[in-house]
């Protein structure tokens, strides 16, 4: 059981370049989220995806844009890369309650030079 | 908006002590809490739910405890172990209709042999 996948694990970038963060899921989970966490500031929210084929804005989406590809898959793109957007980024997905929790990938460190 | 406040300053305890960690929340009253543990580099992993009703849960050598009138939540490990040493995160439902959770910036927690 994989869990939450994504890929790549690390990535350095120029200002300006774009890139695509790939996430999947094998766990049959409605809801996916596109998470941004930086010292000192905590997990925010960048996107969520509540099911599939429904995308939302979280607390941090500019910069960013999603696709929910299906009801495995949600990719996050930075189409102009910016230093400000140098962060470790998680995917995570749920069950519609919630309550078993939110299970996390093992993070993407982008970092923008 | 919800907040959460979480000690920032890492908790230092000798092996075989019990660890307490504190969740503290304005606001709303959430009809649950999630505790989370985050490993260096890796993605929190959830560990466990209390409900609004509940006054404690008990998982393993684990004890959360929800008190709603002081907005307080405690997170109790006995008979730590260097192992537990982790990043402790604790969470709150998306309100209002919205998708976006809460999440502390979490307590640093290092047991030493």
């Known amino acids: 059981n994989a869990g939450v996948t994504q890929t790549p694990k690390f990535q350095v970038l120029k200002t300006g370049q774009s890139m695509t963060l790939q996430c999947a899921q094998d766990?049959?989970?409605?809801?996916m989220y596109w998470y941004r966490q930086d010292p000192g500031m905590g997990l925010r929210l960048i996107y969520y995806?509540?099911?599939?084929?429904?995308?939302d804005k979280g607390e941090v989406p500019n910069g960013y844009n999603v696709s929910r590809l299906n009801k495995r898959e949600f990719s996050l793109r930075l189409e102009s890369a910016a230093p400000s957007q140098t962060s470790v980024y998680f995917c995570a997905s749920s069950r519609p309650d919630r309550e078993d929790g939110y299970t996390f990938g093992s993070g993407t460190r982008l970092t923008v030079v | 908006s919800q907040k959460i406040e979480q000690n920032s300053e890492a908790l230092n305890i000798q092996e075989g002590k019990t660890a307490t960690l504190t969740c503290n929340y304005t606001?709303?009253?959430?009809?649950?809490l999630q505790w989370y543990r985050q490993d260096p580099g890796r993605g929190p992993v959830f560990l466990l739910l209390i409900r609004e009703n509940e006054k404690e849960k008990r998982k393993e050598r684990l004890k959360v405890t929800f008190d709603t009138t002081l907005k307080q939540s405690l997170f109790h490990i006995t008979a730590s172990q260097p192992a537990d040493s982790a990043t402790y995160l604790c969470a709150l439902p998306p309100s209002g209709g919205s998708y976006i959770p809460t999440f502390g910036r979490g307590t640093s927690l290092i047991v030493h042999p």
């Open positions: 766990m049959n989970h409605n809801s």
């Open positions: 995806s509540a099911s599939e084929g429904t995308t």
């Open positions: 606001n709303y009253s959430p009809a649950y």
